[in-house]
């Protein structure tokens, strides 16, 4: 198996038809879901061989070679490699990937939708999570605006990554917080329910929140979207900085708001705790 | 007479070597008298001093006396020159003694004292510590020590305290510029108690900030304005519903729904990192700059170019953003004039008589 796996491989770098090239990476997106053939095929060069094929012209290519990606960075091994960690050239892979998720254009068929996915196990690392926050490298604010795509492989992924990078709030909060404009759209608007708010409560909002709050709006049918938001403001609230930007885009009362429309258990829950850490911790405040 | 006589030459004869031994003990006799010259003189004061010295000197040069009591030359000369406050010249007639005779404990204390003043607190506890061994009982020694490695102690201590203040700057001056602030000269600081930007327990930055009003000359300081709090936030607290107006308005034009705010933009040139860091630590108005800092930004030191110009601040912004806004240099301080739509004073100081 091993030899076939490496002729497999040893493919992919020369030149061959593109057909063949296609059934290649589709064979080894199979055979990397099993975990030992993943880590075969990472040892042997998989992340990097997929890297530097993927943002090539056959578009169809391209997203078989996502998809072998998020299967190989489950494991920790695939996410180092991808993180191309203590190498010089560190977070050249990532930023290439968030590069090209964010160029695709809606209606025409998103071959890097994908790409979110791989950013929620690239996040499992802590190296991951503080290459995603760096203010410096901007892609935070790539990955964001993403959150209301209608492709819910997008939506999923991005909230999952910003939820993994939440915990390090400890130590990140300023750099979570530096894209607030993108943030609390994206964490907000899922929970905010179908209601439209009236304007005692916009005019306490930045216009990236008041002006979709004041509108007729499809809500997050999603109920591990609506949780992974809570948790991920919940992560941000129990630090007081993190408390008072919140209360400063009137989130508490979107959560209010949204919360009387929500039926699902789990869901509710997540409310709840959100909303007793704001109630208990409490800063001072003008209501 | 067998003056000239080599003194190790084979053939001194008995009358030689009795005219060389009358000669020895002139000579010794001559230090002698010079050595207690030289102490009458001490004893003289002040005035006196220098001829002391020239006597010891005198007697030193002799070279007649074993090394026990030239050892005593030289420890009394260091006492002179420690009087003198020569405390270089105490020093090396100290050690010269001590290495003619190490039991010369005098000579340790006087050396010691002369390394203290000079400043070299290792070698003054090693002198006192080389006297000590030869008299553990030594009074003065022991206090000397002791008043030494005191002063070791404050001084590790100031080092350290120095260190950590100047680490600390250091790390708020390199996330200030990170954040994209740029800083220019201090010019507000009598307005503002010398008053700094500080970091909070997650690593927020938090500002004091000044507003002006143009209109009358008052102003308003914001003792902590954090990052990513609003100007609508601060802007309640300052002219909320409880809040009286400014005796000032007359006319009731400051109030929440009708102030605005401006910055100036462009008013340059930024400080370079080290002026930045001298800035944070030291409070003075015209930082002095602190080497040995990278200056990546250098070329942008230069006086700004661009036109001034009245800025408008979304209120619903966070300070963070209009701070690192590219055209927005900050004295110091972030500083927002504040302005009313309802006063005729709005459209002349934007169109910029003012």
Known sequence: MATELDELIGFLSSPSPQEARKSIIEALVNLSQVPKLGEFIIQKGGIEKSMELIGGQVQILNQLLTLLIVNLTQSDLGVKRLLQEADKLEGLYVRKLVRLFSKASEGVEDYYEHVASILVNVTQRESGRRLILDPKKGLLKQILPHSDSTSLVRRKGVISTVRNCCFEAENELASILSVSQYLWPALLLPLAGKQIFRKEDTSKMPLELANPLSHERESEGESCIRIEAAEALYLIARHEGGRKALWSVNGPRILQIGYEDEEDHEVMEAYERLGSLLVNEGIVHES | ?354
């Open chain 2, 1 to 354: 007479m067998a003056l000239w006589l080599e003194p190790d030459s084979e053939n001194i004869t008995p009358e030689a070597q009795t005219d060389l031994d009358a000669l020895s003990a002139l000579r010794e006799s001559a230090a002698i008298e010079l050595k207690e010259k030289g102490n009458e003189y001490v004893k003289l004061g002040k005035k006196y001093y220098k001829d002391a010295i020239d006597c010891y000197s005198r007697a030193i040069q002799q070279k007649s006396m074993d090394a026990v009591n030239t050892s005593i030359l030289h420890a009394n000369r260091a006492q002179v020159h420690l009087l003198l406050g020569n405390n270089r010249h105490a020093l090396d007639d100290a050690q010269q003694a001590i290495t003619l005779n190490k039991a010369n404990v005098k000579a340790c204390f006087r050396g010691a004292k002369a390394a203290l003043a000079l400043g070299s607190i290792s070698e003054a506890i090693e002198l006192c510590s080389l006297g000590l061994k030869e008299e553990p009982e030594n009074m003065e020694l022991s206090k000397l020590k002791a008043i030494i490695e005191n002063k070791a102690k404050e001084s590790a201590a100031a080092d350290a305290e120095r260190a950590s203040k100047v680490a600390k700057a250091q790390v708020l001056a390199s996330i200030i510029l990170d954040r994209g602030v740029s800083v220019g000269n201090p010019d507000y600081e009598e307005n503002t108690a010398h008053r700094r930007p500080w970091l909070d327990d997650s690593k927020l930055l938090h500002w004091p900030v000044l507003l002006l009003y143009p209109e009358s000359m008052a102003s308003d300081f914001i003792e902590d304005f954090c990052e990513f709090d609003t100007f609508a936030a601060h802007l309640d607290n300052i002219f909320g519903p409880d809040v009286a107006s400014p005796a000032w308005d007359s006319k009731c034009n400051y109030t929440r729904e009708k102030v605005r705010l401006f910055y100036k933009s462009n008013k340059g040139p930024k400080l370079s990192k080290g002026q930045l860091l001298g800035y944070l630590l030291e409070g003075k108005s015209l930082p002095t700059e602190i080497k040995d800092v990278e200056d990546i930004n250098d070329n942008d030191s230069q006086p700004y170019k661009y036109l001034h110009e009245w800025k408008i601040v979304p209120e619903k912004s966070s300070l963070h953003d209009i701070l690192a806004r590219k055209d927005h240099i900050i004295p110091g301080i972030p500083v927002f004039y504040v302005l009313s739509k309802g006063s005729s004073f709005y459209d002349d100081f934007l169109s910029g008589h003012w």
